[in-house]
């Protein structure tokens, strides 16, 4: 039986997640993947893997030559499918390999589309993708799922958008992992795809047809204020654990800016991280003196967090005010601060069910919610509409983006800054 050159795929939490394929199809996880090309182009059963909830379930189908040839000139990364109506596979040359469909926006007379995240370990993507895949459900769409190997892994991202070009579907939902995307989501706008951009705004905000986001600023300003009243003139030692070092995206800039002009701090370039003044006055509730003690990448991850602050608690150990770009990023802190002996005032953007206990408890302080459900089940909607109609959602007037929402949650409220107890964030928390 040939099968198909699997080049990395991995097991996340007891799960098979894959992170970059050669081809468009997987083969037997449990076999040693073929070692020539050649095999792709023979005519024969493949095992078909479809993503179910993030376990992957085999099902054979007969191949025909041609189509597995067409498969082999794709290189996409991820191979799964969100669909739980179809057994097709999730990538786009899968989808056109499978015995008895059609690849393109209406295969089967379903909607075709593609779900394209960041990444497949923190749970702030799997919520979005669950909540997609519910709505696409329910609207009779075959959501195909995929993703990058980390938030800075644009090169699976362009590879999947292609595949999904080819394919022919009719639109791509995506979390952009830079602007290193643009080009080819520009290809796929002038296919005839609709592209919908989630959580994070590209730059320029035209290269989406409609960009559905949290208004990162306000996160960010949300924290700042609620820490500046909690220093309550106190010196502020601080440490800036943002997402990424090699590429500025504006989910990362926006969070961090947000922030600093919370705390009343200056941003410098506002178009960049790191360029405010080191030290200074901070003008946020009753004001004091501020210093940045450090500014160091995480990946968004819980093990960049660790890593992050670890160094910067070698730097200055007197560190008291620690700035997280997310909950996973919040939680390395938190345990490098642990282990360390130290203590410190965490503040992050993210608002998942899973972290409440951390907020109830003071590990975490406070913590922008955002809503990356609703975002997925309005680029679900947003396709399926255009499939039926040709209408394309419209942006309102000056924006770049549609905002879903954002609330401040703190076991601990400060005055003038409106928040919700983690008890009361139970009923709108993700995940």
Not at 334 to 362: E, F
């Amino acid at each position: 039986m040939p099968r198909v050159c699997v080049w990395t795929c991995g097991i996340v939490n007891g799960e098979v997640r894959h992170a970059a394929i050669r081809s468009a199809i997987c083969n037997d996880f449990n076999t040693i993947p073929c070692h020539s090309a050649v095999d792709l182009l023979e005519f024969g059963h493949i095992h078909n893997k479809t993503h179910t909830g993030g376990v992957m379930k085999g099902k054979p189908r007969l191949v025909a030559a041609a189509a597995i040839a067409a498969a082999a000139s794709l290189v996409v990364s991820a191979c799964s499918s969100s669909k739980s109506s179809s057994p097709t596979s999730g990538s786009s040359a899968n989808a056109s390999a499978s015995s008895g469909t059609n690849a393109g926006g209406n295969a089967g007379g379903k909607i075709q589309a593609a779900l394209i995240l960041k990444e497949f370990t923190n749970p702030y993507w799997i919520s979005m993708e669950n909540a997609a895949k519910a709505e696409a459900a329910k609207l009779g769409v075959d959501l195909h799922v995929s993703a990058g190997k980390a938030d800075d892994d644009a090169t699976s991202q362009i590879q999947q958008i292609d595949a999904a070009i080819s394919a022919g579907y009719k639109g791509i939902i995506i979390a952009i992992n830079s602007d290193a995307v643009n080009t080819a989501l520009q290809r796929a706008k002038a296919a005839g795809l609709l592209v919908v951009v989630v959580d994070t705004p590209p730059i320029p905000a035209s290269i989406a047809d409609v960009t559905y986001a949290t208004d990162n600023l306000q996160a960010g300003l949300f924290i700042g204020k609620w820490m500046a009243q909690k220093l309550n003139g106190a010196d502020a030692d601080i440490a800036m654990l943002d997402d990424l070092a090699n590429q500025v995206i504006t989910v990362d800039v926006d969070r961090d800016h947000g922030f600093l002009q919370g705390m009343g701090i200056p941003v410098g370039n506002p178009n960049m991280n790191g360029q405010e003044p080191k030290s200074g006055h901070y003008t946020g509730g009753k004001g004091g003196n501020y210093k940045i003690a450090c500014q160091l990448p995480t990946n968004g991850s819980a093990t960049g967090g660790l890593s992050a602050m670890e160094t910067c608690l070698s730097k200055d150990p007197n560190i008291n005010v620690v700035y997280t770009i997310n909950e996973p990023a919040a939680k390395g802190a938190a345990q490098a601060l642990k282990n360390a002996g130290k203590t410190a005032t965490i503040v992050t953007i993210d608002g998942s069910c899973n972290y409440l206990s951390l907020l109830a408890s003071g590990q975490i302080g406070a913590d922008s919610e955002q809503f990356p459900g609703k975002m997925a089940q309005l680029g679900v909607d947003a396709i399926a509409q255009f499939a039926k109609t040709g209408t394309k959602p419209t942006m309102p007037a000056g924006k770049d983006f549609i905002n879903t929402g954002v609330q401040l949650i703190t076991a601990q409220p400060q005055p003038g800054v409106d928040s919700v107890t983690p008890d009361q964030a139970k009923s709108t928390c993700w995940g």
